[in-house]
C-alpha cells in the first residue's frame, strides 16, 4: 500500500470493565496507603475480582501510585540458638513470640501495646493496649489465650523486665513451656514480632491520632480485626492469617500434664524484685484459680 511499516500503530481499546477496576483500586489505596500493587491485587480477587497482577501494575503505573521505599540494613545472624533461624516454628502453637511496642495520644501520653503472634500461622492472638503493662497484666493475658488457643510449646522474646519477671518465669515452667530469650541488643532474633511490629506502626499508629485510651483501644480492636481477617500475608500466599490457621493443625506438643498456675501471692524476699517483676496478687492470682484453661475446649 506503498506505506511505511513504522507508520502503522495498533489503537488500544480498553476493556469494558476498566473503569470500575480503576475506581476499585482507588478505593483500596485510599483504605491501605501502604499496600503495594501485588497486595492491591490480593485485594482485588478477595472482592471477586479475577485479575492478573500485571494488569494491576498496569493501571499503577498509569495512575501514579508509589509506595516509598524502606532503607534496609543488613543485619548478621547472631549467635544465639533461640533467634528465629536456629529454631523455627515447626506447627501451629509451637512457638508464640511476644513484644512491646509505644506511642502516644494527642495529648503526649504514653500507650504501650502488648502482641502476642504465633509464628507459623502469623496470627495476631492478642494486641493489648493500656497506660502500662506489668508481668501481672501479662500472666492474666497468657491465662486468657491458654483457655481459648491451648498451650503452646515455646514463648520467644527479648530480655525485657516483664517477661524476666520470676512469676512468669516459673508459672511456664510448670505448665512445660519453654521460654526463648533472645541475645541482649539483637531484636532481630524476634524476627517475627519485630516484622508484625513494622505492620502495625506503618499501617496503623502511623496513620492514626488517639485521642484517648478508649479510641486507642477501639481502634486497636478493628486493626486487629482486619489483620487476620481481611489482610493477604505474602509469606502464606496471600491468604489471611486467620484462614491459613484454620487449615493447619497443632505441632506436637509435650505429653505431660501442666499443674495447676503457682500462687502469685507477695513473699517477703521477692517484694522488691526489679520493676515489673512484683509477684503479688492485683488480682492476679484470683484470675488464674478460677480459671480453668488446662483442658483446651473444644472449637466450633
Known amino acids: 500500500m506503498d506505506q511505511s511499516r513504522s507508520s502503522q500503530r495498533y ?8 473503569g470500575k477496576l480503576v475506581a476499585e483500586i482507588l478505593e483500596l489505596v485510599r483504605l491501605h496507603p501502604r499496600y503495594g500493587y501485588r497486595m492491591i491485587t490480593a485485594k482485588l480477587r478477595q472482592r471477586g475480582w479475577r485479575v492478573n497482577a500485571k494488569r494491576v501494575y498496569r493501571i499503577w503505573r498509569r495512575e501514579g501510585l508509589k509506595v516509598p521505599q524502606k532503607k534496609r540494613k543488613k543485619r548478621r545472624l547472631g549467635s544465639s540458638e533461640n533467634s528465629i533461624i536456629r529454631r523455627r516454628s515447626a506447627g501451629r502453637n509451637d512457638v ?5 511496642i509505644f506511642d502516644r495520644t494527642s495529648n503526649g501520653s504514653a500507650l504501650k501495646w502488648l ?11 492478642c494486641l493489648k493496649v493500656d497506660r502500662s503493662i506489668t508481668s501481672e497484666d501479662v500472666i492474666d493475658t497468657l491465662a486468657e489465650l491458654f483457655a481459648i488457643h ?4 515455646h514463648i520467644r522474646s527479648d530480655n525485657g523486665p516483664e517477661f524476666i519477671a520470676t512469676a512468669i518465669q516459673n508459672w511456664l515452667d510448670q505448665l512445660g513451656i519453654t521460654t526463648l530469650y533472645i541475645e541482649p541488643g539483637s531484636p532481630w532474633e524476634n524476627g517475627y514480632a519485630e516484622s508484625f511490629h513494622s505492620r502495625v506502626r506503618d499501617e496503623f499508629l502511623a496513620l492514626e491520632e488517639f485521642e484517648h485510651l ?8 478493628a486493626f486487629r480485626h482486619d489483620y487476620n481477617t481481611c489482610r493477604p500475608h505474602s509469606s502464606l500466599n496471600y491468604m489471611t492469617p486467620s484462614e491459613f490457621a484454620r487449615s493447619q493443625t497443632s505441632a506436637p506438643a509435650r505429653q505431660t500434664e501442666p499443674p495447676h498456675p503457682p500462687s502469685l501471692s507477695p513473699q517477703p524476699q521477692d517484694k522488691r524484685e526489679g520493676r515489673g517483676d512484683s509477684e503479688g496478687g492485683r488480682g492476679s492470682a484470683q484470675t488464674l484459680e478460677n480459671t480453668m484453661f488446662f483442658t483446651q475446649p473444644e472449637l466450633s
Open 115 to 125: 502482641s502476642i503472634v504465633d509464628e507459623f500461622t502469623r496470627e495476631n492472638l
Open 96 to 100: 508464640w513470640c511476644w513484644d512491646f
Open 11 to 18: 489503537q488500544a481499546h480498553p476493556a469494558e470493565d476498566e
Open 150 to 153: 491451648g498451650l503452646p510449646n
Open 214 to 221: 478508649g479510641a486507642a483501644r477501639r481502634l486497636t480492636k
